[in-house]
């Protein structure tokens, strides 16, 4: 069954540092997310990305924040200079388009900033 | 409340009994989706209602969608030890932002099935 696939699971990093967090979304989906979840609170939304640009994103998505498709199949978030606060666990989710926006989520990558 | 909050926060319940869990919103929706988190796992996709369906079923699950209270239930019936987990309620607002929008999502509910 075709799934979303995220690297790394566990990324730690110094506050300031700029880390990159990948995503592989499913081969025939054309919108692509990413969602955070700080331990404890809920999943929040950060940014929606279809037909090589961002569709929609949150208060949360700062200029700190950056997503980018840099090939046919990678869909990466990129943070430039994390804060203490960037802890979280960072989930990419995909969905086809025409489908009734059933996301599938990767994973995640914990990220941990030290 | 917010978007999407579900109650309660915690169920405990025996293999075997059913478990009923409620997701409350605020906004007009296009359709509600409950998903499932295994400790440390993504979050799986379980079932969706649009919002001009009632209930809908599949398998040992049934949801229930109430448009006029903006109210939400899951309900496993015959529960498996392999049933805990978290759930979450996620509201799409899609109709109304555009397609394929966010997905707005609950606390969750920490269920727990003792075998």
């Known amino acids: 069954e075709p799934e979303v696939t995220q690297t790394p699971s566990h990324q730690v990093t110094q506050m300031g540092q700029e880390v990159i967090l990948r995503c592989v979304p499913i081969?025939?989906?054309?919108?692509f997310y990413w969602y955070r979840q700080i331990l404890g609170q809920k999943v929040e939304f950060l940014v929606s990305?279809?037909?090589?640009?961002?569709?929609?994103k949150s208060e949360i998505f700062d200029d700190q924040f950056s997503v980018e498709r840099p090939d046919g199949s990678n869909f990466t978030l990129k943070i430039r200079s994390t804060k203490l606060e960037d802890s979280a666990m960072y989930y990419c989710?995909?969905?086809?388009?025409?489908?009734?926006?059933?996301?599938?989520f990767g994973a995640g990558t914990r990220l941990s900033v030290l | 409340s917010q978007q999407g909050e579900e109650d309660p926060q915690a169920l405990s319940i025996q293999e075997g009994e059913n478990a009923t869990m409620n997701c409350s919103y605020k906004?007009?929706?296009?359709?509600l989706q409950w998903y499932r988190q295994n400790s440390g796992r993504g979050l799986v996709h379980l079932i969706l209602?649009?919002?001009?369906?009632r209930e809908k079923h599949s398998g040992r699950l049934r949801v229930t969608l109430d448009t006029s209270k903006k109210s939400s239930s899951l309900l496993i019936t015959a529960s498996r030890a392999a049933d805990t987990a978290s759930y979450f309620c996620?509201?799409?607002?899609?109709?109304?932002?555009?397609?394929?929008?966010?997905?707005?999502f609950g606390k969750g509910i920490t269920l727990s099935v003792r075998p």
């Open positions: 989710a995909s969905s086809e388009e025409g489908g009734a926006n059933i996301q599938y």
């Open positions: 081969s025939n989906h054309l919108y």
């Open positions: 990305f279809y037909n090589n640009e961002i569709s929609e």
């Open positions: 906004t007009s929706i296009n359709n």
């Open positions: 209602i649009r919002s001009n369906e």
């Open positions: 996620a509201t799409d607002s899609s109709y109304y932002t555009g397609a394929n929008s966010k997905l707005t």
